[in-house]
Structures are given as structure tokens and as C-alpha cells.
């Protein structure tokens, strides 16, 4: 892939790909040309809000008015331009006001300042084909200078300037507000030092089998780990590194404790009531076995207390400071699927994030539900505030040839791959900005070269 540089710092690459085959076309006729263009995004943090207005733009519709909407271009370094943000489209007027909006500063103009930005008016047809009403071009180093003069541009249809000798404009936009600040990552949080508090909750349900037949979901063979072991430690071993203690509640849920039969679903895997958390990853598998050879595998499969539970801890700190990842490992259907979404959305508004894995060959549509990707997750006619669930069904990450290195890695990626958006959507909601990474210890003076003792191997371990 050639790269060419642009002389400053910014980078072009270009593939060209021939020979394409048409799904279902003649094999080996070649069907067109791709070319795909990247440009590496500078490091600039920042995002830009704005607003802008619009005066007297050209009617568009035979009935009514026009129905206008923006539509923003960053441009290239090859001279061509990217849909960068649409508006929302303000129906039958000639004077619309559109609702502010963020964009970041590296989308807008890549860090380039001075980099020409287009914009172009719309007038939205049902049918998709758009009218035009003009164009106008700005910069972000205009845009930075806020409500102005500088910032009132005429909108030009080419076209019409070159037919009308007394053509204008066809009508002005006028930006009603600018703001830029510096986006915080989730890695300026954990340098400041905010704790990632990880819970593990393990499904006991009779639906996974007896555990003494290797059939069974929990079946605990001498040779190679279960699919809950496997995922637990694909997650625990990525996540343990944001955790200073290394201390993890494991709850299990849906068995018949001894010595009484009772059902519960939130008892500790390590039989402590008041303290369920265990030292490591190795410490919650300990667990995991040892709760397999002594409580019975019941039912039904109810979220909720676990939900609850870690949601408890969640709201007990809230400046920032920690921030807690709920690990849910189960084979079935739910069965409190309206209390666990009533406990989710409760959850949503804390410094809290859920991660389901599936394990098994059952249906997951509630779990997917839950995910909340598609459809934002409501109870009771409330809303979540943020989506903080991730669900992934574990057999899309069998690895067919054995190799569970590999599989267990793309697994841990993709089931975390969220957290770090859900905890910056939390801190920005909350207006929490990261605290400033503690300041390095200052070095010890060095001894006399007389006094040092022998180099031996330091072994850290992080």
C-alpha cells in the first residue's frame, strides 16, 4: 500500500483493488475498480458545538414552503470531500433554526484549522431526491470566531448565478453559537486514577446440566476448561488490570443452597455472605468448583438480584473515583425479564456497565433485547438513560480448529470492546472530568558507586 506524505505530519494511503467479482456475476469477469483512500486522524481531542440559523432561503416546494436541512463536507487532501454531518430537516419554512450539535474537531477538518469546509442546503423530498439550494464554504478557524459578521454566509446555487444576471443568493445562513472542549478518553480517567470494580454472576440453573456428565455446560474436565471457565478468565484476565486490589465478587444464581434447599439467586461462590469477593481470577474459579460440588443446580434464571446487587455498590460512589463492570455468564432464556429491565434502566444512571456472555446452544433474543443496540431498553415507560448492556453468545467464538488463544482473545475484545464509551458517556453526564495522574515519586539519589550493591533481576508483575 504506497503512502505518500502531504508534508505535514498527515499521511495518504491508497489501495486499488481490480478484478472485483459482482455476487453471482461471471467468475473471473471483472466487474469495476475500488479505490479506498484513508487519511490518518491527527491527535486533536477537541469538540466543536455549534448552531446555526438560516434567512429567506429559496422556496423549493409547490405546496408549502421548503423543508431544509445542512449537510456538512470535511475536505480531502486529494481535493475531493466526505459527508462529515446532516442537520435534522425543519419542515415548511424558509427560516429555519436547527438544533445544536457536536462533531469532533478531527471529522470536521482533521486538525487542519484552515482547511475548507463546504456546506450545502437541502430541501428534503420524501422520495429522497433532494433539491439543491445552494452552497457556501467556511473553515474552522472562521468557525471559531463565533457569532459575527464573519460567520453570516450567502447560500449560492451555481447554476442559477451562471443563468440570472441579477441573481443574489438564494437566501443566507448565520452560525447562532460555537463552542469547543477537549474530549476525555477512557484512559484519562484510569490515569487519573478511577478503579474499574469487577463483578462476576454465574447462571446454576438445572438447564446446564449435571456437572458430573460431559454434557454438561459446568462439566469440570481434567483436561481443558468449561465454556464458563473460559469465558470468565477471556474477560477477567483483560479487565483484573484496572482493578489495584485484584479482589472480584463471584456471585452464582439459580441453585438450591445446603443445608436448607432454599433457592437463591445472589449467593457468594465463596460461601462468605458478608464478603463474596475473591483474590484473582484463580481465586473465582476456586469458587466457581467448589460451589459446583455443593450447591444443587435449580431455577428459574432470574437476573435481577445480581443486576441489583452490583448496582447497590455502584451507587455508593459516584464521583468518578470507581466504576463498576458486571460479568453475567448464562445458558438460557430469562425468566424476570420485566424486573431485570426495570434493574437495568435503574442501572443505567450509574457508574455501572453489564456484560452477558451465552453460553450454549439456546435462543438469546431477550439477551439481545437487553443489548440495547437496536432499541433503546425501557420499564414502565422510562427510558435507559444510557445503553450499558453487551451481550455476545460465546458458540460465535468456538475456534473449529482448537485454537482457544485466539478464540478467547476475539471474545474478551469484542465483550469489552464497549466499556470504554459507556464509562465516558457516565463521567460526561455527570460533568466529571478525570482528576490529574498522580505525580511521579521523586528518584532517590544515587548511592556511591563503593556502596552499590549487586544487579540482580526485578521481576514487576502488572
Not at 484513508?38 to 434567512?55: H, I, K, P, Y
Request: hydrophobic content about 35%.
Amino acid at each position: 500500500m504506497p503512502a505518500v506524505s502531504n508534508g505535514s505530519g498527515l499521511w495518504m494511503e491508497s489501495l486499488r483493488t481490480t478484478g472485483l467479482e459482482a455476487s453471482g456475476g461471471v467468475p473471473g469477469k471483472k466487474c469495476g475498480t475500488i479505490i479506498l483512500s484513508a487519511e490518518e486522524l491527527s491527535n486533536c481531542r477537541d469538540v466543536a458545538t455549534m448552531q446555526f440559523c438560516a434567512n429567506k432561503l429559496d422556496k423549493k416546494d409547490f405546496f408549502g414552503k421548503s423543508d431544509p436541512f445542512l449537510v456538512f463536507y470535511r475536505s480531502n487532501e486529494d481535493g475531493t470531500f466526505t459527508i462529515c454531518h446532516k442537520t435534522e430537516v425543519m419542515k415548511n419554512t424558509l427560516n429555519p433554526v436547527w438544533q445544536t450539535f457536536s462533531i469532533p474537531v478531527r471529522a470536521l477538518c482533521n486538525g487542519d484549522y484552515d482547511r475548507t469546509i463546504k456546506v450545502e442546503v437541502y430541501d428534503w423530498d420524501r422520495d429522497g431526491s433532494h433539491d439543491f439550494i445552494g452552497e457556501f464554504t467556511t473553515s474552522y478557524r472562521e468557525l471559531a470566531r463565533g457569532q459575527s459578521q464573519f460567520n453570516i454566509y450567502e447560500v449560492v446555487n451555481p447554476k442559477k448565478k451562471m443563468k440570472k444576471k441579477k441573481y443574489v443568493n438564494s437566501g443566507t445562513v448565520t452560525l447562532l453559537s460555537f463552542a469547543v472542549e477537549s474530549e476525555c478518553t477512557f484512559l484519562d480517567y484510569i490515569k487519573g486514577g478511577t478503579q474499574i470494580n469487577f463483578t462476576v454472576a454465574i447462571d446454576f440453573t438445572a438447564s446446564n446440566g449435571n456437572p458430573s456428565q460431559s454434557t454438561s455446560l459446568h462439566y469440570m474436565s481434567p483436561y481443558q476448561l468449561n465454556a464458563y471457565a473460559l469465558a470468565l478468565t477471556a474477560v477477567g484476565e483483560i479487565i483484573q488490570h484496572y482493578d489495584s486490589d485484584k479482589m472480584f465478587p463471584a456471585l452464582g444464581f439459580g441453585a438450591k443452597l445446603p443445608p436448607d434447599g432454599r433457592v437463591s439467586h445472589e449467593f457468594p461462590l465463596n460461601g462468605n455472605q458478608e464478603n463474596p469477593s475473591c483474590c484473582g481470577i484463580d481465586g473465582i474459579l476456586e469458587a466457581y468448583h467448589h460451589s459446583l460440588r455443593t450447591v444443587q443446580l435449580y431455577g428459574p434464571t432470574n437476573f435481577a438480584p445480581v443486576v441489583t446487587h452490583v448496582a447497590r455498590t455502584a451507587a455508593a460512589v459516584q464521583d468518578g473515583s470507581q466504576y463498576s463492570v458486571l460479568l453475567i455468564i448464562t445458558d438460557g432464556v430469562i425468566s424476570d425479564m420485566a424486573q431485570t429491565k426495570e434493574a437495568i434502566v435503574n442501572a443505567a444512571k450509574l457508574p455501572m456497565s453489564i456484560i452477558i456472555i451465552g453460553v450454549g446452544q439456546a435462543e438469546f433474543d431477550a439477551m439481545v433485547e437487553l443489548d440495547g443496540d437496536d432499541v433503546r431498553i425501557s420499564s414502565r415507560g422510562k427510558l435507559a438513560e444510557r445503553d450499558i448492556v453487551q451481550f455476545v453468545p460465546f458458540r460465535d467464538y468456538v475456534d473449529r480448529t482448537g485454537n482457544h488463544v485466539l478464540s478467547m482473545a476475539r471474545l474478551a475484545r469484542d465483550v469489552l470492546a464497549e466499556i470504554p464509551d459507556q464509562l465516558v458517556s457516565y463521567m460526561k453526564a455527570q460533568g466529571i472530568r478525570p482528576r490529574p495522574p498522580p505525580a511521579a515519586p521523586e528518584p532517590s539519589p544515587p548511592r556511591s558507586p563503593a556502596r552499590t550493591p549487586p544487579a540482580s533481576p526485578l521481576h514487576t508483575h502488572i
